[in-house]
């Protein structure tokens, strides 16, 4: 058998095509700089690829609780995202954070917009692991009488019915 050898065309592989998100790395950035990049993120949700740029920066910051004041403002628009994958990570941090201390679990369920957010994803998601996420996030908060009160105000009852 004569056996052929291949001649290299020059044939290149296709390269995807470059995003914003693309060239930022999150390997050795503090929690500072990630919150910096998350909410650049979030201004700018409608190019391709924020999605995923945002799930990888609240994974980075989910573990650092050494000052959550600034996620904090965040969660309100987190909860409500389209992205099934980031509404669950934020409740999932809301529902850590509620857990962490009692001070932080107040603070929590007096921000009146983070419950908001938490009683929309309830109300409007129909992804399972939104849902589970938030009722997790909902049951962690009501662990002091300042956040079950809070909860009531809001009518998180009916949602979770």
């Known amino acids: 058998m004569e056996r052929r050898e291949r001649k290299s065309r020059g044939r290149k592989r296709k390269r995807k095509p470059e995003n914003f998100f693309s060239y930022l790395q999150l390997q050795h950035a503090?929690?500072?700089?990630?919150?910096?990049?998350?909410?650049?993120?979030?201004?700018n949700s409608q190019r391709p690829g924020s999605f995923s740029f945002i799930k990888k920066c609240i994974t980075k910051l989910r573990p650092s609780f050494l000052n959550p004041n600034p996620i904090l403002s965040l969660l309100p628009f987190l909860l409500t995202s389209k992205s099934a994958a980031i509404a669950s990570l934020s409740a999932e941090i809301v529902g850590s954070?509620?857990?962490?201390?009692?001070?932080l679990n107040e603070q929590i369920a007096l921000d009146s917009e983070i419950v908001k957010g938490l009683v929309l994803a309830l109300a409007s998601s129909k992804k399972r692991r939104v849902l589970m996420a938030t009722c997790n996030a909902v049951l962690d908060i009501s662990t002091t009488p300042v956040a079950r009160?809070?909860?009531l105000r809001f009518s998180t009852l009916e949602s979770l019915m």
Do not use: N, P, R, W
């Open 97 to 103: 954070l509620s857990l962490y201390s009692l001070e």
């Open 149 to 151: 009160q809070c909860l």
């Open 30 to 43: 503090d929690a500072d700089t990630i919150f910096a990049l998350l909410l650049a993120a979030i201004f």
